[in-house]
């Protein structure tokens, strides 16, 4: 575990082989475009690019390994990672992370802490104790968000306390605590409880919230109306897209489904949101690697057009 930069250069050699002659698209340095455009913007050569930061969710590039994440991170031209934190030993240990971001040059943005089911005995059973070692983990990374997801409704004690006690976690740290919005279940035609308080932020007296674009398709949500009610609430957003109310939870491609990625990503400056943009898509079912990379590239770039295009007109 402690051993980042050998399987960083490791990684280099099997995640960085090969891509499809269409995928590349070059800038005229020769890079890849969205690493062309990245470095031009932080040389100031792009004046209307986006104030608001891009990164890739660890989660998106699974069956491959949070250390690939801050590979294709880096190659791609993200503006940093957001680490989901599962049974990879690589997510939960600050000092490998902090290594990987230094050795790929991309930033830890956002901790998503070890909220689902199958992170359950992930940094113990414990659910604040969970949301503290994420805020620290955040700390030491220079992260600003660890997002929350509403408890489950057979954790009656903390789902109780959830309100207040999140609020008082927030007191004690500069990270926002943002709360995800998630969705009902349906069984025979009826909705199921399945979170408690809420799935529903909007249900829940918390400071800070994330909008996740393929949860709104599974409960059926509108996605706009949600992020203009949220207002100065709103503080992450995951970028993701689905096609019908009801599991399977997709997190598509932005813009393979129905869900208004571009006209939220276009209403974000409007909205004065200061947080950032987190591609969380599902890669898993790539028949290859080059396919998955694709996907990583087609999504950044969707992001950076739309938060263009609202950067222009504001």
């Not at 414990?126 to 990374?141: Q, Y």
């Not at 409960?219 to 503080?235: E, K, T, V």
């Not at 957003?237 to 689905?242: E, F, P, Q, R």
Request: include cysteine; proline fraction near 6%; glycine fraction near 8%.
């Amino acid at each position: 575990m402690g051993q980042a930069a050998n399987t960083a250069d490791d990684q280099r050699s099997s995640a960085g082989q090969g891509r499809a002659d269409g995928e590349a698209r070059a800038g005229n340095d020769g890079q890849p475009r969205a690493v062309s455009e990245q470095r031009a913007r932080r040389a100031g050569d792009i004046s209307s690019g986006p104030a608001i930061p891009v990164v890739l969710s660890t989660a998106s590039v699974f069956p491959e390994r949070t250390t690939d994440a801050f590979e294709l991170a880096g190659r791609f031209g993200y503006d940093g990672v957001e680490v989901m934190v599962t049974a990879d030993p690589v997510s939960q240990d600050a000092d490998v992370l902090r290594r990987l971001a230094d050795y790929h040059g991309v930033g830890v943005k956002a901790v998503h802490a070890p909220c689902l089911l199958i992170t359950q005995r992930v940094w113990g059973r414990e659910p604040w104790a969970k949301l503290v070692k994420a805020a620290d983990v955040a700390e030491r990374l220079g992260a600003s968000v660890v997002v929350v997801h509403p408890p489950f409704l057979w954790q009656r004690e903390y789902a109780r306390e959830f309100e207040a006690g999140l609020a008082r976690l927030q007191a004690e740290t500069p990270v926002k605590f943002a709360v995800e919005n998630l969705y009902p279940l349906r069984a025979r035609g009826a909705e199921v409880a399945a979170y408690a308080p809420h799935w529903n932020p909007l249900e829940l007296d918390t400071d800070h919230v994330t909008l996740d674009l393929s949860h709104t398709a599974v409960s059926n949500s509108d996605a706009l109306q949600m992020a203009a009610d949220l207002g100065p609430r709103l503080a992450h957003v995951h970028l993701a897209d689905g096609t019908k109310p009801g599991l399977p939870d997709e997190h598509l491609v932005p813009g393979r489904g129905s869900q208004p990625c571009a006209e939220l990503l276009e209403r974000l400056h409007g909205m004065r949101y200061r947080g950032i943009v987190v591609v969380e898509i599902s890669t898993r079912r790539a028949l290859s690697s080059q396919e998955r990379y694709a996907d990583l590239e087609q999504s950044l770039a969707f992001a950076r057009e739309h938060l263009r295009a609202a950067t222009a007109v504001g």
